[in-house]
């Protein structure tokens, strides 16, 4: 399993999406972050959570650890949509991520 594909529940994680280079990183004026299973969103990251850098073609968010408990263990999809000044949207193909269960399911005190 790759280590970049998987998340750990009840984790705090930053997670780094690279864009092919032919998808523009100017004149966004929304960003979305989504992570579903069974097509319900389990939790969406928007532009004011996102870090773009345009020279590296990344995205970047961090998850804390209240987000990751919000993911179902096993399988889950993630997808980015980006809309554009022009009022164009870019969505890009859904990519499955794994998500590790943990023994403590909350939030450490």
């Given at each position: 399993m790759d280590e970049e594909n998987t998340i750990k529940r009840g984790s705090t994680?930053?997670?780094t999406f690279t864009l092919p280079e032919y998808v523009p990183l100017e004149d966004i004026i929304a960003a979305n972050v989504l992570w579903s299973w069974r097509?319900?969103?389990l939790l969406k990251k928007e532009l004011t959570d996102?870090?773009?850098d345009a020279d590296?073609?990344?995205?970047?968010?961090v998850l804390s650890e209240s987000d990751t408990l919000k993911l179902h263990t096993g399988t889950i999809e993630t997808e980015i949509i980006l809309?554009?000044?022009s009022g164009t949207v870019f969505r890009s193909h859904t990519e499955q991520v794994q998500v590790e269960d943990t023994l403590l399911n909350r939030e450490v005190e």
């Open positions: 994680t930053e997670i097509k319900g969103i996102i870090t773009i590296a073609y990344t995205l970047s968010t809309k554009y000044n």
